[in-house]
């Protein structure tokens, strides 16, 4: 199995040597690798290796890993190229003097440490330190929304979704407002009595009994929801505010959005939830973790190529970011006509390729109810 896994056996020789990542994916050896792979190896590599060198035991190490998208069979492999190739050969070599033995590690004692040690650098501002323990925290127990929601309050607002949506409302004050993904009805019951509202989720909690008349529920898919109901025959004309919130794969929010449009106007505005995970373990296709964002965040990148004329901002709210689409047109067809290759360019693009440039891509914005205005949320459609 190890022949078959030459450059990343050269990879983790060449880490080993303590060469930089940026010499290394400069290697001729490496060239026949397009770019982008070859950086989403070398990280995983380098993960593998610094797992296995801290004595993680091999069948562990995998899960943590499948952040990268690499297909299953093909990272078992590349953990036992590394294992095989460098850290046993490593461990061989080194030559254990007799004497007291070292204490077994225990993992949660590490946790807890560590743990304790971020919260002490939250406190004293240093936050990189901070979010570099607790990506470590969530390598070792990827698991745990405490460690992600930390990590997310160390490096977004104070503020979160509930609390922006609440903002939303009140400044936009759509009379007409659409959420697909109730689940207990926290966020539509953000919704005041001058809105005509709709919500749509096939598992709606005991909790929405108790919502408002003002507010409509459809325990139904989007898809039924959009195939059998006139939702401008229901809420008496087109949507105001949309927010999409359902199912968590790129390709559900994106049918959800091409339906949402439809039924939108030159001044509507629609709300993306999820857009701005702050690592990769929790924005896997692949449901991993308890604490699941999926691929959603696929939709601003997949926005920005094929509709440039649309107004995307994704503002820094806790836990996950919430994008603001603006200038929308329903008539517009694009997304619809182009699915094919819509759905072959980004169901397999992975977020270690994009994780480092992300707030570029999403327009990130800060979370201060004194630029989101009225005014601003309705710019783009009065200037176009
Ligand atoms: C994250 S929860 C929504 C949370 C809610 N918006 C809030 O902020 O409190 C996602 C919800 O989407 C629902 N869902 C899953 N698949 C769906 C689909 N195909 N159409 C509509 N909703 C769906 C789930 O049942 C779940 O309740």
Redesign the pocket.
């Known amino acids: 199995m190890q022949q078959g896994f030459p450059l990343i056996r050269f990879m983790a020789a060449r880490l080993r040597m303590g060469m930089s990542d940026a010499d290394i994916l400069q290697s001729p050896e490496l060239h026949p690798l397009a770019p982008t792979t070859a950086t989403v190896l070398l990280k995983a590599v380098k993960e593998i290796w610094l797992l296995l060198q801290e004595g993680t035991p091999l069948e562990k190490v995998q899960k943590p890993l499948q952040r990268y998208g690499i297909e299953e069979q093909t990272l078992a492999a590349i953990i036992e190229s590394v294992h095989a190739e460098d850290v046993h050969t490593w461990f061989k070599q080194s030559t254990v003097p007799a004497g007291p033995r070292c204490p077994a590690w225990d993992e949660e004692k590490e946790k807890n440490l560590l743990f304790a040690q971020a919260t002490e650098w939250i406190a004293s501002g240093e936050k990189d330190l901070a979010a570099a323990a607790l990506r470590r925290l969530l390598l070792l127990d990827c698991d745990s929304s405490q460690y992600y929601n930390t990590l997310s309050s160390v490096l977004l607002s104070a503020h979160n979704?509930?609390f922006m949506l609440k903002h939303l409302h009140a400044v936009l004050q759509p009379k007409r407002y659409l959420?697909?993904?109730?689940?207990?009805g926290?966020?539509i019951v953000l919704a005041q009595p001058g809105t005509q509202a709709v919500g749509?989720?096939?598992?709606l909690k005991a909790t929405c009994h108790r919502l408002p008349d003002h507010i409509r529920l459809y325990g139904m898919?989007?898809?039924d929801f959009f195939a059998k109901v006139d939702v401008q025959a229901v809420l008496g004309g087109p949507l105001d505010m949309a927010?999409l919130?359902?199912?968590h794969l790129f390709e559900?929010l994106l049918r959800d959005f091409i339906h949402a449009e439809r039924h939108c106007h030159r001044h509507s505005v629609i709300l993306l939830?999820d857009t701005y995970p702050v690592d990769g373990v929790v924005a896997a296709r692949k449901r991993l973790t308890g604490y699941w964002l999926g691929d959603v965040w696929k939709m601003v990148p997949c926005l920005k190529k094929y509709r440039p004329e649309l107004q995307i901002d994704t503002i820094a709210v806790q836990p996950s970011g919430l994008t603001v689409v603006r200038g929308l047109d329903p008539g517009n067809r694009t997304l619809l006509d182009h699915l094919p290759e819509i759905y072959q360019e980004f169901i397999y693009l992975n977020f270690a390729q994009v994780q480092d440039k992300m707030d570029e891509l999403v327009n990130l914005v800060p979370a201060d109810v004194a630029h989101i205005t009225r005014d601003w949320l309705l710019q783009p459609a009065e200037k176009a």
């Open positions: 979704h509930i959420e697909i993904g109730v689940s207990f926290h966020s749509i989720d096939p598992e898919t989007s898809d927010f919130d359902g199912m559900y939830h």
